[in-house]
Nanobody, 114 residues
């Protein structure tokens, strides 16, 4: 099965930016993909999604600040995060959308300090 590896997280001050990457071990070009996040004590939630043709959709909480993109030739999905807020602090994961049927990766921790 395709393995997913997320990277690019870190500690950043409020207002800062990060770019997350998701590398897949196999082809994901036929799949709609999503970035999800899980904050401590909360359920995992969808942040952004992108169809195989590149149409995007965002959670209201990140609209205008985050941008999802993909490179099918590289089997990769990205999340550009700007104007970060403390409430964006979470572990971020990528997976297929909407079912998340691939094995979840380890995720990448994003911590935004105020």
């Amino acid at each position: 099965q395709v393995q997913l590896v997320e990277s690019g997280g870190g500690l950043v001050q409020a207002g800062g930016s990060l770019r997350l990457s998701c590398a897949a071990s196999g082809s994901i070009s036929i799949n709609a993909m999503g970035w999800y996040r899980q904050a401590p004590g909360k359920q995992r939630e969808l942040v952004a999604s992108i169809t195989r043709r590149g149409a995007t959709n965002y959670a209201d909480s990140v609209k205008g600040r985050f941008t999802i993109s993909r490179d099918n030739a590289k089997n990769a999905v990205y999340l550009q995060m700007n104007s970060l807020k403390p409430e964006d602090t979470a572990v971020y994961y990528c997976n297929t959308f909407p079912t998340g049927y691939l094995t979840w990766g380890q995720g990448t921790q994003v911590t935004v300090s105020s």
